[in-house]
T-cell receptor, first 116, second 116 residues
Framework: AQTVTQSQPEMSVQEAETVTLSCTYDTSESDYYLFWYKQPPSRQMILVIRQEAYKQQNATENRFSVNFQKAAKSFSLKISDSQLGDAAMYFCAYIVTNFGNEKLTFGTGTRLTIIP | EAQVTQNPRYLITVTGKKLTVTCSQNMNHEYMSWYRQDPGLGLRQIYYSMNVEVTDKGDVPEGYKVSRKEKRNFPLILESPSPNQTSLYFC???????????????FGPGTRLTVL
């Protein structure tokens, strides 16, 4: 079965500090995309960052960056200079590009608290 | 504005009373999907549709029906709701393939359903 594991149900970080959320996944496919989604209290699912599995270079979006280790099937999210607005549930997910069901397989989420 | 809309946003109902949650997108996307979100389980796919009149089961389809008569609409139908269907429901849409560099799945705002 294809799975995504987020081993940290909850994390907290001091405002302006850096935090890393971990994610491992398991798929036998070679072509896929990885995502981190943010879900604030409003419940909206917001795409934070994506990574193409065929790219070795780690994706970066402003204060958000990933550490993608394809052989280890690891995809962690680093948030630098944490801000109060970063407080949310974060979901790691992937999608297999086989032109079939475009299903996102999600992890169970990590709730991030920002300490002022 | 490009968006996915869902109605209602909140619904409290009783066991056995048929209900429909509507989903509509204005981006001419081929692919649409329903997910349910439960604590500790992340988001799981219920049904998906690759195009008009093409639907198929996801991972947790029991107790649900869908239809895709028009490209923009993808309603979720609960013929006889039960308390174990109490959940947060998300509709999503995307072009195909959705994992490409310029594509992503857009999520609706969510529907909080409580079945008593």
């Amino acid at each position: 079965a294809q799975t995504v594991t987020q081993s940290q149900p909850e994390m907290s970080v001091q405002e302006a500090e850096t935090v890393t959320l971990s994610c491992t996944y398991d798929t036998s496919e070679s072509d896929y995309y990885l995502f981190w989604y943010k879900q604030p209290p409003s419940r909206q699912m917001i795409l934070v960052i994506r990574q193409e599995a065929y790219k070795q270079q780690n994706a970066t979006e402003n204060r958000f960056s990933v550490n993608f280790q394809k052989a280890a099937k690891s995809f962690s999210l680093k948030i630098s200079d944490s801000q109060l607005g970063d407080a949310a549930m974060y979901f790691c997910a992937y999608i297999v590009t086989n032109f079939g069901n475009e299903k996102l397989t999600f992890g169970t989420g990590t709730r991030l608290t920002i300490i002022p | 504005e490009a968006q996915v809309t869902q109605n209602p946003r909140y619904l409290i109902t009783v066991t056995g009373k048929k209900l429909t949650v509507t989903c509509s997108q204005n981006m001419n996307h081929e692919y649409m999907s329903w997910y349910r979100q439960d604590p500790g389980l992340g988001l799981r796919q219920i049904y998906y549709s690759m195009n008009v009149e093409v639907t198929d089961k996801g991972d947790v389809p029991e107790g649900y029906k869908v239809s895709r008569k028009e490209k923009r609409n993808f309603p979720l139908i609960l013929e006889s709701p039960s308390p174990n269907q109490t959940s947060l429901y998300f509709c999503a849409s995307s072009p195909i393939p959705s994992g490409g560099p310029h594509n992503e799945q857009f999520f609706g705002p969510g529907t909080r359903l409580t079945v008593l």
